[in-house]
Nanobody, 121 residues
C-alpha cells in the first residue's frame, strides 16, 4: 500500500510560480514511476509529467519548458516546479504512483487526494 499526499497548491497570478510536493508513505516508491496529473472542471484527467525510478522524465506538450518534475527517493517525495503559469493550468493536481508487476501481468497504481491550483488575475 502507498499513501500519497499532495501539497503546495494555491492561488497565483498568470506568469507566477508554484512548487507542488507529493509525499509518499506506506511503501518505498523508489522503483515506482511517479506522475502528476491534473483535472480541470468539465475535462478529463490528463498526464502533466512523470518520472521513472531511473530518472527518465516525460511532459505533456502544454507544459514543456515551464514545468519540471523531480524526485527525492530518500524523502519519498516527488515535486513539480511550475513556472510561467497560465490560466489554462487551473486544475486540481493529483500525484500518482504506479508499478508494473511483470510476473502478474498487472499494474499497481495509487492516487493522492489532489491539490487545487488556480491561476487567475
Amino acid at each position: 500500500q502507498v499513501q500519497l499526499v499532495e501539497s503546495g497548491g494555491g492561488l497565483v497570478q498568470p506568469g507566477g510560480s508554484l512548487r507542488l510536493s507529493c509525499a509518499a508513505s506506506g511503501s518505498d516508491v523508489s522503483s515506482y514511476t511517479m506522475g502528476w496529473y491534473r483535472q480541470a472542471p468539465g475535462k478529463e484527467r490528463e498526464l502533466v509529467a512523470e518520472i521513472t525510478g531511473g530518472g527518465t522524465t516525460d511532459y505533456s506538450d502544454s507544459v514543456k519548458g515551464r514545468f519540471t518534475i523531480s524526485r527525492d527517493n530518500a524523502k519519498g517525495t516527488v515535486y513539480l516546479q511550475m513556472n510561467s503559469l497560465k490560466s489554462e493550468d487551473t486544475a486540481v493536481f493529483y500525484c500518482n504512483a504506479k508499478l508494473y508487476h511483470v510476473w502478474l501481468g498487472r499494474w499497481s497504481a495509487y492516487w493522492g487526494q489532489g491539490t487545487q491550483v488556480t491561476v487567475s488575475s
